[in-house]
């Protein structure tokens, strides 16, 4: 057999490595092909692009293997955290554009410092607040949410006078 055979046949059975191009995410993907005289296999995987792992440093915290909540979120409680700074928020005021966005931006921190205060561990509080004027229109407003519904609670509230309306919704979802 003449030496540029054989370099081909060397050739065919070596590994064939291709790199893809990076991808919309930023990650590089590496698709690696080895092929041998009858069979063709390919592996796949991402990398992170700029991975450092001097920027990965962590805390170790030790798993609790806690599945539930010691203490749950109290309905009626979030409720009246609701109503009271809904009322005391907007019990006399008239609707107004820029006062209105920096309005559910204030609310929404009263209500999380309100809810925090309550010491409940391990939840994560979502909080939505709308404020509309009122001019004869009608609005229904809807959520979906997947969660476990033993352990996770949401409460909403709507407030009106005779210039706007003010709906709040929390929503508290265990975490693991």
């Keep these: 057999m003449s030496d540029l055979r054989k370099e081909k046949l060397q050739k065919k059975d070596k590994r064939i490595v291709k790199l893809a191009v990076e991808g919309s995410h930023g990650a590089r993907g590496k698709d690696t092909t ?17 991975h450092d792992d001097n920027a990965r440093i962590g805390v170790a915290i030790e798993n609790t293997y806690q599945m539930g909540p010691d203490k749950r979120f109290s309905v009626a409680a979030l409720t009246d955290i609701l109503q009271d700074v809904l009322t005391s928020y907007l019990q006399e005021e008239r609707y107004e554009v820029e006062w209105s966005q920096k309005m559910t931006k204030t609310i929404c921190e009263v209500i999380r410092a309100r809810v925090k205060d309550l010491l409940i561990p ?15 229109q009608s609005m229904q407003m809807d959520s979906r949410c997947l969660w476990d519904t033993s352990n996770d609670t949401s409460v909403s509230y709507s407030f009106k006078n005779r210039y706007l309306y003010g709906v709040a919704t929390v929503y508290a979802i265990y975490v693991e």
């Design 34 to 50: 080895f092929r041998t005289k009858d069979s063709i296999s390919t592996v796949s995987c991402i990398d992170e692009l700029h």
């Design 122 to 136: 391990r939840y994560k509080i979502i909080i939505l607040v709308h404020i509309g004027q009122l001019n004869g």
